[in-house]
Structure formats: structure tokens, C-alpha cells
């Protein structure tokens, strides 16, 4: 049966900029909710002094929680080799810090969509250096899972491989089993395009999952493709909202994951306006879970 985990999504700059956050604080208050584990980000302040990660696996097990999933953001279709060569060895340092979290699942993306960059070019790049780093994360243990991502709070430019065409070619370009797809259906709805179909496409090659629902807050999703570009971050109407409460459904999905044998970790990526939605989130995963899963008289 699938188990839950957090990813602090309210909390980002708290923890990755200004510090007004601490992880152990993370901690502390995520283990107030009916999950198993937390999904770290590699932009974690906290993490970059020597043996974080050892002292935060351990602070995780004090509060009964394991780390499973180690969100990172390597850029791999920059036009200068030296630089992709760059983000493979930082890759590489991830994968080792995913391993001293005790994450078993480490995420790896394209990279940004740099105007430049072809199709052809960008596949080829993103799937050579994904290729560079899998005999490292098999020698650590570590499965390195792409999402179809829209973009990392930090860059410049959405994903190189946002569409689904370009996601589903890249990932039949890598048939490892040391790589599989960390499965996001609000990003897919990002794109313009189907959640169930995207699904549909990777289901025997998802292994995580990343839990949302999104919705604008003005405007239409014509008027996101004119301000994503180009503009660091998220786009100022783009919100994550309440799981339930948005266009993703979770009986569908969970129906198609339950057939093609899914029982991985989901990440709930929530809380934008505060732990009490987190919480409902929480609610109502944990009941689609049991539905699916578990007992079939829940509804």
C-alpha cells in the first residue's frame, strides 16, 4: 500500500532562502500529521554544513518519519558541455546525500527551456547526463525518478521536457531500472494537456508520486504560457490549492496505479495557506489510499 509523505511547498523560502525556518522545525511540525515521511529539497539552507544529513535522518526517526525522497533540480540542457558535466557532478553529490537521508528515491529533471536549445539537443543532452549519473546512484542504492515538471521555484525557465511528447521520449530513452517517473498530475494540467493520458503512457515506469492540485488565481491558462517565460520562479497566478478541491481525479488516478501495481510513496506538495489545509490534504489522500488500496467499503 502506497505511503504518505510532505514536502514543505508553503515553506520554501523559509527554508532555502532567508532561513526564517529550520529543518528540525520542519520536522517537528510535520510530524503533527498522519504521514510516514518527508520529502527533503536539496535547496535546504540547513543542508549544506557537514553531516546535516546524517543528524536530520536521525531527527526523523526520533519523530517516527523516514526521509524516502530527495527532490533535486540538476539543469542539464544548458548549451556548454562544461556546464552539463558541472550539474552530473552535482547530481552525483546529491545522490550521496540522498543516500545519508536514507532516501531510497532521488529526483532528477531535463532541465531548463532555454530558447536556443532544440528538441533534438535538449533530449540528447538531458538524456546522456541523466545516463552519466545511473551506475553512481545504483552503487548508492538510490532510484533516480524524473517528473514531469513544470518548473523549480528557482529557475528562469519552465522545463525543457514539460510536454508530454518530449517527457514520455525522454523517458523511453532511459530504460534502466535504476530510473523511473515521479508521476505529478497538476503539472501535466500545466501543460495544457491530460493528466490520465500522461498517466496512461509511464504507468509501469512510475515509482513516486508527487500529490497537488492546482488552480490559477486570475486569469486563464492562455495568460500563464505569456508570463511563465523568462521570469524566475512560479508564475504569480499559478497557486497550488486544496488536494480535492481542484481539477485532478484522484479516483481515476489512483485506479490506474492500483492496476499497474503501484505501492511507492506519494509526496504531498500543499499548504500553501497553512498546516489546516495540509491536514485535509492529508484527510483525503489517506481515504482515496484505504479506497484503493485497502478497504473497499471507504469511500
Not at 197 to 204: A, F, G, T
Not at 266 to 294: P, Y
Request: aromatic fraction near 10%; include cysteine.
Amino acid at each position: 500500500m502506497p505511503q504518505l509523505a510532505v514536502f514543505p511547498k508553503a515553506f520554501m523560502d523559509a527554508l532555502c532562502v532567508d532561513g526564517s525556518m529550520t529543518v528540525n522545525e520542519w520536522i517537528a511540525l510535520a510530524s503533527t500529521l498522519d504521514v510516514d515521511g518527508l520529502e527533503f529539497y536539496a535547496g535546504f539552507l540547513d543542508l549544506k554544513s557537514a553531516g546535516a544529513a546524517a543528524r536530520f535522518r536521525t531527527s526523523a526517526q526520533d519523530h517516527g518519519l523516514s526521509i524516502p525522497m530527495f527532490c533535486c533540480s540538476p539543469d542539464f540542457t544548458h548549451p556548454e558541455k562544461a556546464w552539463r558535466q558541472s550539474q552530473i557532478d552535482q547530481q552525483k553529490r546529491w545522490i550521496e546525500t540522498a543516500a545519508e537521508l536514507g532516501a531510497n528515491y532521488c529526483r532528477v529533471l531535463s532541465g531548463q527551456r532555454r530558447p536556443e536549445i532544440s528538441r533534438e539537443d535538449g533530449l540528447r543532452f538531458a538524456a546522456d547526463s541523466i545516463e552519466a549519473c545511473l551506475p553512481f546512484a545504483a552503487n548508492h542504492g538510490v532510484t533516480l525518478v524524473i517528473e514531469n515538471h513544470y518548473k523549480d521555484n528557482y529557475w528562469t525557465y519552465p522545463e525543457f521536457a514539460q510536454r508530454m511528447d518530449l517527457f514520455c521520449d525522454l523517458v523511453d530513452r532511459l530504460p534502466s531500472s535504476q530510473f523511473g517517473v515521479n508521476y505529478d498530475p497538476s503539472n501535466t494540467l500545466i501543460a495544457g494537456e491530460d493528466p490520465l493520458e500522461l498517466l496512461e503512457r509511464v504507468k509501469h515506469r512510475v515509482v513516486t508520486m508527487h500529490a497537488s492540485d492546482r488552480y490559477l488565481k486570475e486569469g486563464n491558462w492562455n495568460d500563464l504560457r505569456n508570463e511563465e517565460m523568462g521570469v524566475e520562479g512560479y508564475a504569480a497566478r499559478l497557486c497550488h490549492g486544496e488536494i480535492g478541491k481542484g481539477l485532478n481525479d484522484y479516483d481515476a488516478i489512483f485506479s490506474i496505479l492500483k492496476a499497474a501495481g503501484f505501492d511507492g510513496w506519494i509526496s504531498i506538495e500543499d499548504g500553501v495557506e497553512g498546516m489546516d489545509q495540509l491536514r485535509r490534504s492529508v484527510t483525503f489522500l489517506q481515504q482515496k489510499i484505504a479506497k484503493h488500496w485497502g478497504r473497499p467499503d471507504v469511500i
